[in-house]
């Protein structure tokens, strides 16, 4: 067994075999996950909020999705990953809140879950697995072993896609 990297919210890190990451509490951020099968190297970034564009003096990237999945890339293929092997899995974008009216907060979650499929289109990366919305949070890990992502949600039975 390998160690387990604790990514946290805002965050992301990139980690091999035997170790896995792991995110804890994805409520209507995303954990998004990419993993090449053949070197064993996994990443993960726990965002936010879906565009870093609504923002000014943004310094933290992996709080956005737009930014943090294309640093979290960038890490992958520095440490030794293929693009062309690369898969993706997302977690999380929950309606946490019911939230009346016209408010786009409550939306956040959908809108983070659609910025990780956009985003993983042009990076051309497959999202091979999902688990979003909803109305909980979820706690996340991927085993950079094999790449399974390890669902725990309280209440639920834990699932691995």
Not at 77 to 106: T, Y
Not at 111 to 130: T, Y
Not at 134 to 143: A, D
Request: glycine fraction near 12%; charge should be positive; proline fraction near 3%.
């Amino acid at each position: 067994m390998g160690n387990s990297i604790k990514v946290g919210m805002a965050d992301l890190k990139v980690a091999k075999a035997p170790d896995s990451l792991i995110t804890l509490g994805l409520g209507s951020c995303i954990g998004l996950t990419l993993y090449d099968p053949v070197t064993k190297v996994g990443g993960m970034v726990h965002y936010m909020l879906p565009d870093s564009t609504q923002l000014k003096n943004n310094s933290n990237i992996a709080k956005f999705g737009d930014t943090g999945i294309k640093e979290l890339y960038r890490l992958m293929v520095a440490n030794g990953a293929s693009p062309k092997r690369m898969v993706a899995k997302i977690a999380g974008g929950a309606k946490m809140f019911e939230v009346s009216g016209l408010s786009n907060v409550g939306h956040v979650g959908e809108r983070n879950a659609e910025q990780a499929k956009k985003m993983l289109k042009e990076l051309k990366v497959p999202l091979v697995a999902e688990d979003t919305g909803l109305n909980y949070g979820r706690t996340v890990e991927l085993f950079c072993e094999n790449g399974d992502f390890f669902i725990k949600a309280v209440g639920k039975s834990n699932k691995t896609i």
